[in-house]
């Protein structure tokens, strides 16, 4: 993350994504995307935003947690002493495994509804 938003290389990888997947008949739509950022302080609930906006504009099933997905820390590792976000990212992790699970037991008979102008 640089100067409160993703990196410009991030970004680039957002829109090609979302952009290949759109013009490809929506090949992300009914996945699931979990917005993960990790940051030295301030800027983390901006960069988790734009994550999340290609994640939702490719109509994908964004699950939530307990807090923002986000951990603090400025060296390398130092995420790993956020208890909180340590928290936080386990259960995010439990809550896309229950949804992946939902989804995969559902699929056939709840199919995932075309993209509008299809």
């Known amino acids: ?13 957002l829109d090609r994504t979302g952009l290949v ?8 739509q009914g996945k699931i995307g979990a917005a993960v950022v990790a940051v030295r302080r301030g800027g983390a609930t901006h960069a988790f ?5 290609m994640f939702l504009m490719s109509s994908m099933i964004v699950p939530g947690s307990i807090y923002w997905n986000m951990g603090m820390g400025l060296n390398k590792g130092e995420t790993r002493n ?34 509008a102008g299809t």
């Open 49 to 53: 935003d734009t994550i999340n906006h």
């Open 21 to 28: 997947a759109l013009a490809n008949g929506g090949l992300l």
């Open 82 to 115: 956020d208890e909180e976000a340590l928290r936080n990212m386990t259960h995010l992790g439990q809550t896309i495994a229950w949804l992946g699970r939902a989804i995969a037991d559902a699929s056939d008979n709840f199919p995932v509804p075309p993209l």
């Open 1 to 13: 993350m640089h100067f409160s938003d993703t990196t410009a290389e991030m970004k680039a990888l």
